[in-house]
Protein backbone atom coordinates (compact mmCIF):
# COMPACT_ATOMS: atom_id res chain seq x y z
CA UNK A 1 0.00 0.00 0.00
CA UNK A 2 1.58 3.23 -0.96
CA UNK A 3 1.91 6.06 1.71
CA UNK A 4 -1.21 8.14 -0.14
CA UNK A 5 -3.51 5.34 -0.44
CA UNK A 6 -2.61 4.46 3.46
CA UNK A 7 -3.49 8.06 4.33
CA UNK A 8 -6.93 8.12 2.15
CA UNK A 9 -7.87 4.80 3.97
CA UNK A 10 -7.11 6.21 7.38
CA UNK A 11 -9.08 9.42 6.54
CA UNK A 12 -12.01 7.57 5.48
CA UNK A 13 -11.88 5.22 8.32
CA UNK A 14 -11.56 7.79 10.62
CA UNK A 15 -14.15 9.98 8.90
CA UNK A 16 -16.97 6.93 8.76
CA UNK A 17 -16.52 6.12 12.60
CA UNK A 18 -16.34 9.04 14.00
CA UNK A 19 -19.27 11.04 11.72
CA UNK A 20 -21.11 7.75 13.13
CA UNK A 21 -21.01 8.82 16.70
CA UNK A 22 -24.23 10.25 17.30
CA UNK A 23 -23.99 13.49 19.67
CA UNK A 24 -26.50 14.37 22.43
CA UNK A 25 -28.11 17.63 22.31
CA UNK A 26 -25.80 20.36 23.24
CA UNK A 27 -26.02 20.75 26.86
CA UNK A 28 -25.66 24.43 27.12
CA UNK A 29 -27.11 24.77 30.98
CA UNK A 30 -24.46 22.55 32.05
CA UNK A 31 -21.90 24.33 30.20
CA UNK A 32 -22.77 27.77 31.64
CA UNK A 33 -22.87 26.03 35.31
CA UNK A 34 -19.73 25.20 34.61
CA UNK A 35 -18.10 28.42 33.58
CA UNK A 36 -19.48 29.84 36.40
CA UNK A 37 -17.81 27.45 38.67
CA UNK A 38 -14.84 27.73 37.23
CA UNK A 39 -15.11 31.49 37.26
CA UNK A 40 -16.13 31.12 41.20
CA UNK A 41 -12.75 29.37 41.93
CA UNK A 42 -10.38 31.80 40.02
CA UNK A 43 -12.33 34.28 42.06
CA UNK A 44 -11.84 32.32 45.15
CA UNK A 45 -8.27 31.80 44.17
CA UNK A 46 -7.75 35.77 43.05
CA UNK A 47 -9.22 36.57 46.99
CA UNK A 48 -7.12 33.89 48.81
CA UNK A 49 -4.06 35.43 46.94
CA UNK A 50 -4.45 38.93 47.96
CA UNK A 51 -5.88 37.70 51.26
CA UNK A 52 -2.34 35.75 51.73
CA UNK A 53 -0.50 39.13 50.47
CA UNK A 54 -2.02 40.92 52.84
CA UNK A 55 -1.53 38.44 55.65
CA UNK A 56 1.99 38.40 54.77
CA UNK A 57 2.46 42.09 54.48
CA UNK A 58 0.91 42.56 58.29
CA UNK A 59 3.22 40.09 59.65
CA UNK A 60 6.35 40.05 58.42
CA UNK A 61 7.12 43.53 59.52
CA UNK A 62 5.19 42.87 62.83
CA UNK A 63 7.54 39.96 63.46
CA UNK A 64 10.50 41.64 62.46
CA UNK A 65 9.77 44.96 64.66
CA UNK A 66 9.46 41.74 67.81
CA UNK A 67 6.04 43.35 68.66
CA UNK A 68 2.72 41.03 69.38
CA UNK A 69 0.79 40.33 66.65
CA UNK A 70 -2.79 42.38 66.55
CA UNK A 71 -5.45 40.20 67.99
CA UNK A 72 -8.47 40.32 65.86
CA UNK A 73 -11.96 40.62 67.61
CA UNK A 74 -13.60 37.39 68.72
CA UNK A 75 -15.80 35.97 65.48
CA UNK A 76 -18.96 35.86 66.66
CA UNK A 77 -20.23 32.85 64.64
CA UNK A 78 -20.24 29.42 65.52
CA UNK A 79 -17.68 26.64 63.92
CA UNK A 80 -18.89 23.35 63.06
CA UNK A 81 -16.53 20.52 63.92
CA UNK A 82 -15.00 18.24 61.83
CA UNK A 83 -17.60 16.27 60.84
CA UNK A 84 -19.70 19.23 59.14
CA UNK A 85 -22.64 19.54 61.65
CA UNK A 86 -24.53 22.70 61.70
CA UNK A 87 -27.69 21.22 63.20
CA UNK A 88 -29.06 18.76 64.60
CA UNK A 89 -32.35 17.99 66.93
CA UNK A 90 -35.01 15.25 67.40
CA UNK A 91 -38.44 15.96 65.02
CA UNK A 92 -41.21 13.60 65.44
CA UNK A 93 -39.29 11.42 67.99
CA UNK A 94 -36.61 10.60 65.63
CA UNK A 95 -33.01 12.41 65.65
CA UNK A 96 -31.46 14.45 63.39
CA UNK A 97 -28.97 15.92 62.15
CA UNK A 98 -28.16 18.56 58.97
CA UNK A 99 -23.81 18.52 57.98
CA UNK A 100 -21.83 18.82 54.99
CA UNK A 101 -20.07 16.33 53.45
CA UNK A 102 -17.84 15.37 50.53
CA UNK A 103 -20.13 13.20 48.74
CA UNK A 104 -17.82 11.61 45.98
CA UNK A 105 -15.63 8.62 45.96
CA UNK A 106 -12.24 8.38 47.38
CA UNK A 107 -9.00 9.58 45.24
CA UNK A 108 -11.70 12.26 43.47
CA UNK A 109 -11.94 15.93 43.90
CA UNK A 110 -14.20 16.52 46.99
CA UNK A 111 -17.58 17.41 46.25
CA UNK A 112 -19.52 19.21 48.66
CA UNK A 113 -23.06 18.39 49.38
CA UNK A 114 -26.17 19.19 52.94
CA UNK A 115 -26.78 15.89 53.91
CA UNK A 116 -29.77 14.73 56.15
CA UNK A 117 -28.71 12.27 58.61
CA UNK A 118 -25.95 11.12 56.33
CA UNK A 119 -27.73 10.42 52.87
CA UNK A 120 -29.95 12.41 50.26
CA UNK A 121 -27.26 14.91 49.62
CA UNK A 122 -27.86 18.65 48.04
CA UNK A 123 -24.56 19.50 46.38
CA UNK A 124 -24.52 23.39 46.71
CA UNK A 125 -22.18 25.92 46.00
CA UNK A 126 -21.13 28.06 49.41
CA UNK A 127 -22.04 31.66 47.87
CA UNK A 128 -25.17 33.17 50.38
CA UNK A 129 -28.26 33.22 48.98
CA UNK A 130 -29.92 29.80 48.72
CA UNK A 131 -32.50 28.16 50.51
CA UNK A 132 -33.62 24.49 50.59
CA UNK A 133 -35.75 21.98 52.05
CA UNK A 134 -37.03 18.50 51.81
CA UNK A 135 -38.98 16.38 52.96
CA UNK A 136 -37.32 12.56 54.38
CA UNK A 137 -39.52 9.99 54.73
CA UNK A 138 -37.10 7.83 56.62
CA UNK A 139 -36.29 10.58 59.17
CA UNK A 140 -39.96 11.03 60.41
CA UNK A 141 -43.20 11.44 58.50
CA UNK A 142 -44.55 14.95 58.27
CA UNK A 143 -41.28 16.46 59.25
CA UNK A 144 -39.18 19.03 56.81
CA UNK A 145 -35.79 20.24 57.21
CA UNK A 146 -34.45 23.24 55.68
CA UNK A 147 -31.13 25.47 55.70
CA UNK A 148 -30.54 28.73 54.71
CA UNK A 149 -26.84 30.03 53.34
CA UNK A 150 -26.45 33.22 54.96
CA UNK A 151 -23.86 36.22 53.79
CA UNK A 152 -21.34 37.18 56.25
CA UNK A 153 -23.27 39.78 57.28
CA UNK A 154 -26.00 38.31 59.11
CA UNK A 155 -25.57 36.71 62.67
CA UNK A 156 -28.12 34.26 62.00
CA UNK A 157 -32.36 33.75 61.64
CA UNK A 158 -35.24 33.76 63.88
CA UNK A 159 -37.68 31.09 63.07
CA UNK A 160 -41.16 32.21 63.64
CA UNK A 161 -40.26 35.15 65.72
CA UNK A 162 -39.11 32.90 68.98
CA UNK A 163 -36.51 31.08 68.24
CA UNK A 164 -32.83 32.51 67.74
CA UNK A 165 -30.33 30.23 64.90
CA UNK A 166 -26.99 31.02 65.08
CA UNK A 167 -25.04 31.24 61.81
CA UNK A 168 -22.69 27.91 62.22
CA UNK A 169 -19.66 28.33 60.10
CA UNK A 170 -18.75 25.05 58.45
CA UNK A 171 -15.37 24.40 56.54
CA UNK A 172 -15.84 21.94 54.02
CA UNK A 173 -13.89 21.09 50.61
CA UNK A 174 -11.81 24.14 50.94
CA UNK A 175 -14.95 25.57 50.82
CA UNK A 176 -17.02 28.23 53.88
CA UNK A 177 -20.42 27.73 54.04
CA UNK A 178 -22.55 30.05 56.47
CA UNK A 179 -25.58 27.91 57.72
CA UNK A 180 -28.51 27.85 59.83
CA UNK A 181 -30.91 24.60 59.80
CA UNK A 182 -33.58 23.09 61.09
CA UNK A 183 -37.15 21.31 61.16
CA UNK A 184 -40.43 22.07 60.87
CA UNK A 185 -43.89 20.54 60.40
CA UNK A 186 -44.99 19.59 56.78
CA UNK A 187 -47.77 21.13 57.14
CA UNK A 188 -46.98 24.44 58.23
CA UNK A 189 -44.55 26.99 56.46
CA UNK A 190 -41.96 28.72 59.25
CA UNK A 191 -41.65 32.05 59.03
CA UNK A 192 -37.75 33.06 58.69
CA UNK A 193 -36.51 36.32 59.64
CA UNK A 194 -33.03 37.43 59.22
CA UNK A 195 -31.50 38.64 63.12
CA UNK A 196 -30.12 41.56 61.07
CA UNK A 197 -30.90 43.26 57.85
CA UNK A 198 -28.65 42.67 55.03
CA UNK A 199 -29.12 44.75 51.94
CA UNK A 200 -30.54 42.54 48.42
CA UNK A 201 -31.91 40.41 51.81
CA UNK A 202 -36.20 40.64 52.35
CA UNK A 203 -36.64 40.39 56.01
CA UNK A 204 -38.67 37.60 55.47
CA UNK A 205 -36.77 34.90 54.17
CA UNK A 206 -38.74 32.30 51.58
CA UNK A 207 -38.10 28.46 52.10
CA UNK A 208 -39.77 26.41 49.78
CA UNK A 209 -42.18 23.63 50.99
CA UNK A 210 -41.40 20.07 49.71
CA UNK A 211 -43.76 17.41 48.48
CA UNK A 212 -43.62 14.60 49.75
CA UNK A 213 -44.08 12.82 46.59
CA UNK A 214 -40.10 13.67 46.35
CA UNK A 215 -38.45 12.40 49.40
CA UNK A 216 -35.34 12.43 49.51
CA UNK A 217 -35.07 15.31 47.05
CA UNK A 218 -33.90 19.10 47.90
CA UNK A 219 -35.60 21.83 46.70
CA UNK A 220 -33.11 24.90 46.56
CA UNK A 221 -34.38 28.35 45.85
CA UNK A 222 -31.39 29.10 43.52
CA UNK A 223 -32.95 26.67 41.12
CA UNK A 224 -36.37 25.41 41.36
CA UNK A 225 -38.75 27.48 38.78
CA UNK A 226 -40.41 30.43 40.01
CA UNK A 227 -39.56 30.08 43.28
CA UNK A 228 -37.85 33.45 44.75
CA UNK A 229 -34.13 32.82 45.94
CA UNK A 230 -33.00 35.43 48.65
CA UNK A 231 -30.35 36.81 46.26
CA UNK A 232 -28.68 35.89 43.45
CA UNK A 233 -26.20 32.98 43.50
CA UNK A 234 -23.87 31.40 41.91
CA UNK A 235 -24.89 27.41 41.50
CA UNK A 236 -22.97 24.12 42.52
CA UNK A 237 -21.51 22.66 39.45
CA UNK A 238 -23.75 20.14 36.98
CA UNK A 239 -22.41 17.24 35.73
CA UNK A 240 -23.68 15.35 32.90
CA UNK A 241 -22.50 12.22 31.34
CA UNK A 242 -23.52 9.41 29.37
CA UNK A 243 -23.60 5.82 31.59
CA UNK A 244 -24.37 3.39 29.50
CA UNK A 245 -25.64 2.54 25.83
CA UNK A 246 -26.34 -0.41 24.15
CA UNK A 247 -28.55 -1.92 21.45
CA UNK A 248 -31.88 -3.59 21.76
CA UNK A 249 -32.56 -7.16 20.58
CA UNK A 250 -34.02 -6.11 17.23
CA UNK A 251 -32.09 -3.13 16.39
CA UNK A 252 -32.99 -0.25 18.74
CA UNK A 253 -30.01 1.47 20.15
CA UNK A 254 -30.51 3.05 23.74
CA UNK A 255 -28.31 5.26 26.08
CA UNK A 256 -28.73 6.24 29.36
CA UNK A 257 -27.60 9.71 30.42
CA UNK A 258 -27.25 11.47 34.40
CA UNK A 259 -27.02 14.83 35.66
CA UNK A 260 -25.79 15.40 39.27
CA UNK A 261 -26.44 18.38 40.42
CA UNK A 262 -28.45 20.52 43.50
CA UNK A 263 -31.50 19.31 41.12
CA UNK A 264 -30.97 15.37 42.69
CA UNK A 265 -29.56 12.56 40.12
CA UNK A 266 -31.28 13.30 37.10
CA UNK A 267 -31.73 10.14 34.75
CA UNK A 268 -33.03 10.23 31.31
CA UNK A 269 -33.20 7.01 29.20
CA UNK A 270 -33.38 7.61 25.80
CA UNK A 271 -33.81 5.56 22.12
CA UNK A 272 -30.60 6.39 20.22
CA UNK A 273 -32.44 8.62 17.61
CA UNK A 274 -33.55 10.92 20.35
CA UNK A 275 -37.19 10.25 19.02
CA UNK A 276 -38.71 8.19 22.92
CA UNK A 277 -37.40 9.49 25.90
CA UNK A 278 -38.06 9.05 29.51
CA UNK A 279 -36.28 11.41 32.37
CA UNK A 280 -36.87 11.34 36.45
CA UNK A 281 -34.87 13.03 39.29
CA UNK A 282 -34.06 11.36 42.37
CA UNK A 283 -32.36 11.97 45.80
CA UNK A 284 -28.43 12.25 45.47
CA UNK A 285 -26.82 9.21 47.38
CA UNK A 286 -23.79 9.70 49.64
CA UNK A 287 -20.91 7.34 49.02
CA UNK A 288 -22.00 5.42 52.58
CA UNK A 289 -25.59 6.19 52.00
CA UNK A 290 -28.01 4.18 50.67
CA UNK A 291 -28.46 3.47 47.22
CA UNK A 292 -31.36 5.33 45.15
CA UNK A 293 -32.25 2.61 42.29
CA UNK A 294 -34.09 4.37 39.16
CA UNK A 295 -36.41 2.56 36.62
CA UNK A 296 -37.13 4.28 33.62
CA UNK A 297 -39.64 2.38 31.27
CA UNK A 298 -40.09 3.39 27.67
CA UNK A 299 -41.66 2.94 24.38
CA UNK A 300 -39.18 2.85 22.05
CA UNK A 301 -42.02 3.85 19.20
CA UNK A 302 -43.56 0.12 18.17
CA UNK A 303 -45.93 -2.38 19.68
CA UNK A 304 -43.88 -4.42 22.06
CA UNK A 305 -41.00 -3.04 21.87
CA UNK A 306 -39.24 -1.16 24.81
CA UNK A 307 -37.20 -1.63 27.78
CA UNK A 308 -36.62 -0.53 31.30
CA UNK A 309 -33.57 1.44 31.93
CA UNK A 310 -32.08 1.35 35.40
CA UNK A 311 -29.28 3.64 36.86
CA UNK A 312 -27.77 4.35 40.16
CA UNK A 313 -24.72 5.90 41.97
CA UNK A 314 -22.71 2.79 43.98
CA UNK A 315 -20.46 2.81 46.50
CA UNK A 316 -16.42 3.16 46.16
CA UNK A 317 -16.60 -0.48 47.30
CA UNK A 318 -19.01 -1.49 44.31
CA UNK A 319 -16.56 -3.29 41.22
CA UNK A 320 -19.61 -4.48 39.25
CA UNK A 321 -23.25 -5.02 39.53
CA UNK A 322 -24.60 -8.45 37.89
CA UNK A 323 -28.63 -8.18 37.17
CA UNK A 324 -30.26 -10.87 37.19
CA UNK A 325 -33.45 -11.64 34.67
CA UNK A 326 -36.41 -13.28 35.06
CA UNK A 327 -35.49 -15.91 32.55
CA UNK A 328 -32.38 -16.49 34.62
CA UNK A 329 -30.16 -14.51 32.42
CA UNK A 330 -27.84 -11.32 33.87
CA UNK A 331 -26.22 -8.32 32.49
CA UNK A 332 -22.87 -7.13 34.06
CA UNK A 333 -22.68 -3.48 34.48
CA UNK A 334 -19.90 -1.95 35.28
CA UNK A 335 -19.81 1.47 36.68
CA UNK A 336 -18.67 5.00 35.31
CA UNK A 337 -17.25 7.42 37.07
CA UNK A 338 -19.23 10.85 36.64
CA UNK A 339 -17.70 14.17 38.57
CA UNK A 340 -16.02 11.69 40.84
CA UNK A 341 -19.22 9.39 41.81
CA UNK A 342 -19.51 5.63 40.78
CA UNK A 343 -23.05 5.07 38.60
CA UNK A 344 -24.40 1.81 36.89
CA UNK A 345 -26.44 1.76 34.28
CA UNK A 346 -28.34 -0.69 32.02
CA UNK A 347 -31.59 -1.75 30.21
CA UNK A 348 -33.86 -4.60 30.59
CA UNK A 349 -35.54 -5.18 26.87
CA UNK A 350 -39.08 -6.02 27.37
CA UNK A 351 -40.82 -8.60 27.64
CA UNK A 352 -38.09 -9.43 30.33
CA UNK A 353 -37.76 -8.00 33.45
CA UNK A 354 -35.57 -7.54 36.63
CA UNK A 355 -35.54 -9.63 39.46
CA UNK A 356 -32.18 -9.57 41.22
CA UNK A 357 -29.38 -6.74 41.79
CA UNK A 358 -26.43 -8.27 43.39
CA UNK A 359 -23.37 -6.08 43.96
CA UNK A 360 -20.12 -7.40 43.88
CA UNK A 361 -16.44 -6.33 44.84
CA UNK A 362 -13.08 -6.09 43.25
CA UNK A 363 -12.60 -9.81 43.69
CA UNK A 364 -15.94 -10.95 42.47
CA UNK A 365 -17.31 -11.31 46.08
CA UNK A 366 -21.32 -10.50 46.16
CA UNK A 367 -21.28 -7.19 48.66
CA UNK A 368 -25.21 -7.18 48.69
CA UNK A 369 -28.25 -8.28 46.74
CA UNK A 370 -32.07 -7.53 46.77
CA UNK A 371 -35.12 -8.27 44.73
CA UNK A 372 -36.62 -5.18 45.87
CA UNK A 373 -36.39 -3.62 42.54
CA UNK A 374 -38.61 -1.16 41.20
CA UNK A 375 -40.33 -0.87 37.50
CA UNK A 376 -41.31 2.18 37.73
CA UNK A 377 -39.61 5.40 39.89
CA UNK A 378 -36.64 4.93 42.59
CA UNK A 379 -36.59 3.02 44.99
CA UNK A 380 -33.49 3.39 47.88
CA UNK A 381 -31.88 0.48 49.22
CA UNK A 382 -28.26 0.15 51.62
CA UNK A 383 -26.63 -2.32 50.03
CA UNK B 1 -44.16 11.40 39.14
CA UNK B 2 -42.88 14.62 37.82
CA UNK B 3 -41.09 14.80 33.94
CA UNK B 4 -37.91 16.61 34.72
CA UNK B 5 -37.16 16.47 30.86
CA UNK B 6 -37.81 20.17 30.19
CA UNK B 7 -35.54 20.79 32.92
CA UNK B 8 -32.88 19.06 31.96
CA UNK B 9 -33.28 20.79 28.55
CA UNK B 10 -33.66 24.36 30.02
CA UNK B 11 -31.04 26.88 28.65
CA UNK B 12 -30.07 29.09 31.92
CA UNK B 13 -30.34 33.21 31.44
CA UNK B 14 -26.55 33.48 31.45
CA UNK B 15 -26.55 31.84 28.15
CA UNK B 16 -29.05 34.87 27.10
CA UNK B 17 -27.12 37.55 28.51
CA UNK B 18 -23.27 38.52 29.22
CA UNK B 19 -22.56 38.40 25.52
CA UNK B 20 -23.91 34.48 26.03
CA UNK B 21 -26.27 34.90 23.12
CA UNK B 22 -23.01 34.65 20.30
CA UNK B 23 -22.14 32.28 22.42
CA UNK B 24 -24.93 29.76 22.33
CA UNK B 25 -24.62 30.02 18.85
CA UNK B 26 -20.61 29.33 18.84
CA UNK B 27 -21.19 26.13 20.89
CA UNK B 28 -24.16 24.56 19.08
CA UNK B 29 -22.23 24.65 16.14
CA UNK B 30 -18.79 23.15 17.43
CA UNK B 31 -20.79 20.60 19.97
CA UNK B 32 -21.00 17.92 17.30
CA UNK B 33 -17.63 18.04 16.63
CA UNK B 34 -16.27 18.64 19.51
CA UNK B 35 -18.04 15.48 21.17
CA UNK B 36 -16.36 13.25 17.56
CA UNK B 37 -13.06 14.97 18.23
CA UNK B 38 -13.21 13.69 22.12
CA UNK B 39 -14.06 10.03 20.92
CA UNK B 40 -11.67 9.91 18.71
CA UNK B 41 -9.08 10.78 21.44
CA UNK B 42 -10.41 8.54 23.84
CA UNK B 43 -12.31 6.24 22.43
CA UNK B 44 -14.88 6.37 25.09
CA UNK B 45 -18.30 8.00 24.81
CA UNK B 46 -19.11 9.48 27.93
CA UNK B 47 -15.73 10.59 28.58
CA UNK B 48 -16.11 12.43 25.07
CA UNK B 49 -19.05 14.60 26.05
CA UNK B 50 -17.43 15.73 29.35
CA UNK B 51 -14.25 16.49 27.95
CA UNK B 52 -16.38 18.71 25.35
CA UNK B 53 -18.34 20.33 28.03
CA UNK B 54 -14.92 21.31 29.77
CA UNK B 55 -13.71 22.77 26.49
CA UNK B 56 -16.96 25.25 25.98
CA UNK B 57 -17.33 26.07 29.62
CA UNK B 58 -13.77 27.51 29.71
CA UNK B 59 -14.45 29.28 26.01
CA UNK B 60 -17.11 30.32 27.56
CA UNK B 61 -15.41 31.81 30.87
CA UNK B 62 -12.83 33.42 28.23
CA UNK B 63 -15.45 34.20 26.02
CA UNK B 64 -14.60 37.96 24.76
CA UNK B 65 -11.04 36.43 24.45
CA UNK B 66 -11.97 33.70 22.37
CA UNK B 67 -14.83 35.15 19.86
CA UNK B 68 -11.84 38.09 19.37
CA UNK B 69 -9.25 35.46 18.66
CA UNK B 70 -7.98 34.48 14.83
CA UNK B 71 -9.13 30.74 15.31
CA UNK B 72 -11.46 30.08 18.12
CA UNK B 73 -11.46 26.32 17.23
CA UNK B 74 -7.72 26.06 17.86
CA UNK B 75 -8.68 27.64 21.49
CA UNK B 76 -10.96 25.15 21.75
CA UNK B 77 -8.77 22.23 20.40
CA UNK B 78 -5.89 22.76 23.23
CA UNK B 79 -8.20 22.84 25.63
CA UNK B 80 -9.38 19.62 24.89
CA UNK B 81 -6.38 17.99 24.45
CA UNK B 82 -5.22 19.20 27.34
CA UNK B 83 -8.36 17.78 29.23
CA UNK B 84 -7.59 14.72 27.13
CA UNK B 85 -3.90 14.24 29.02
CA UNK B 86 -5.82 15.35 32.73
CA UNK B 87 -8.35 12.48 32.21
CA UNK B 88 -5.65 9.71 31.48
CA UNK B 89 -3.75 11.03 34.50
CA UNK B 90 -6.92 10.28 36.49
CA UNK B 91 -7.96 7.23 34.77
CA UNK B 92 -5.04 5.58 36.54
CA UNK B 93 -6.75 5.58 39.77
CA UNK B 94 -10.04 5.31 37.85
CA UNK B 95 -12.20 2.12 37.85
CA UNK B 96 -10.84 -0.13 35.49
CA UNK B 97 -13.33 -1.23 32.53
CA UNK B 98 -14.70 -4.71 33.66
CA UNK B 99 -16.12 -7.99 31.79
CA UNK B 100 -18.80 -7.76 29.08
CA UNK B 101 -21.98 -8.63 29.84
CA UNK B 102 -22.47 -12.70 29.85
CA UNK B 103 -25.07 -12.65 28.12
CA UNK B 104 -26.44 -11.97 24.66
CA UNK B 105 -28.34 -9.30 26.71
CA UNK B 106 -26.61 -5.90 25.30
CA UNK B 107 -25.45 -4.16 28.35
CA UNK B 108 -23.81 -0.90 29.04
CA UNK B 109 -20.51 -2.55 28.80
CA UNK B 110 -21.22 -2.30 24.85
CA UNK B 111 -19.03 0.69 24.50
CA UNK B 112 -19.18 2.39 20.99
CA UNK B 113 -15.32 2.03 20.20
CA UNK B 114 -14.91 -1.19 20.76
CA UNK B 115 -17.25 -2.28 17.86
CA UNK B 116 -14.30 -0.91 15.21
CA UNK B 117 -11.50 -1.90 14.24
CA UNK B 118 -10.07 1.47 13.83
CA UNK B 119 -10.83 2.63 17.43
CA UNK B 120 -9.25 -0.94 18.86
CA UNK B 121 -6.27 -0.01 16.81
CA UNK B 122 -5.73 3.46 17.95
CA UNK B 123 -6.34 2.23 21.71
CA UNK B 124 -3.21 0.42 21.00
CA UNK B 125 -1.45 3.64 20.57
CA UNK B 126 0.38 6.02 22.90
CA UNK B 127 -1.43 9.27 23.69
CA UNK B 128 0.30 11.16 22.24
CA UNK B 129 0.73 9.20 18.78
CA UNK B 130 -3.10 8.77 18.65
CA UNK B 131 -3.48 12.50 19.18
CA UNK B 132 -1.89 13.26 16.06
CA UNK B 133 -3.66 10.58 13.99
CA UNK B 134 -7.00 12.09 14.28
CA UNK B 135 -5.66 15.72 14.28
CA UNK B 136 -4.34 14.85 10.66
CA UNK B 137 -6.76 12.57 9.56
CA UNK B 138 -9.75 13.47 11.55
CA UNK B 139 -9.35 17.32 11.60
CA UNK B 140 -7.39 17.98 8.83
CA UNK B 141 -4.39 19.92 10.48
CA UNK B 142 -1.25 20.82 9.51
CA UNK B 143 1.80 19.97 11.02
CA UNK B 144 2.13 23.52 12.17
CA UNK B 145 -1.38 23.07 13.37
CA UNK B 146 -1.27 19.94 14.80
CA UNK B 147 2.04 21.31 16.94
CA UNK B 148 0.53 24.44 18.15
CA UNK B 149 -2.17 22.80 19.69
CA UNK B 150 -0.27 19.51 21.78
CA UNK B 151 2.72 22.15 22.25
CA UNK B 152 5.22 20.70 20.31
CA UNK B 153 7.64 21.26 17.60
CA UNK B 154 6.27 20.51 13.62
CA UNK B 155 8.95 17.56 13.73
CA UNK B 156 8.36 16.10 16.98
CA UNK B 157 4.65 15.79 15.14
CA UNK B 158 6.24 14.55 11.82
CA UNK B 159 8.42 12.14 14.12
CA UNK B 160 5.07 10.85 15.49
CA UNK B 161 3.34 10.41 12.86
CA UNK B 162 5.77 7.87 11.37
CA UNK B 163 5.59 6.55 14.43
CA UNK B 164 1.83 5.68 14.26
CA UNK B 165 1.64 4.61 10.93
CA UNK B 166 4.00 2.08 11.29
CA UNK B 167 1.54 0.33 14.08
CA UNK B 168 -1.52 0.89 12.74
CA UNK B 169 0.08 -0.77 9.26
CA UNK B 170 0.04 -3.64 11.87
CA UNK B 171 -3.62 -3.63 12.42
CA UNK B 172 -6.42 -4.67 10.35
CA UNK B 173 -7.35 -1.09 9.81
CA UNK B 174 -4.56 -0.48 7.17
CA UNK B 175 -4.19 -4.17 6.22
CA UNK B 176 -7.49 -4.71 4.80
CA UNK B 177 -7.18 -1.99 2.35
CA UNK B 178 -4.80 -3.30 0.31
CA UNK B 179 -6.59 -2.57 -3.05
CA UNK B 180 -6.15 0.66 -5.26
Known amino acids: MTPATEERQLRRALHDTLQSVPPPPVPLEAIARRGKVIRLRRAGAAVGALALAGIVAVTVPA ?25 SGTADGHPWRLAVQNVADPGYRCLPAIVINGTDADPVSPAPGNAASVAPGQAGRGVAFAFIQLPAGVSGVVVNGRQHLPAVIVNACGYRYRLVGFSYPLAGSPRITLAKSYPGWPADVFVPTPTTQDEGLWINTDTAQGVPAPAIVASATVASATVASGTLPGGPGWIIRVQ ?56 PATARVRAVLDNGSSVLATPRIVDGRKYVAFAVPSPRSLHRLIWLDAANRAIASTTAVPQYGYTQFQP | MTNRRDELAAVPDVIGTDGGEDFGAFATSRWAGLVRLAFGLTGDRWLAEDMAQTALARAYVAWRRVSQADDPDAYLRRILVNASHRRFRR ?45 RYWADLTDAQIAATLGCSPGTVRSQLSRALAKLRNSPVLAEGDGP
Do not use: K, W
Open chain 2, 91 to 135: RRVAEQPGDPPETPVEGPADLVGERTALLAALRQLPPRQREVIVL
Open chain 1, 260 to 315: FGPGGDCYEFADSLGRNQMGYCGPVSTPAGPETIMALPLGFGAPGVGAVGYAFPVS
Open chain 1, 63 to 87: LRASHPPAVPPAAPAVTAGPDGVFA
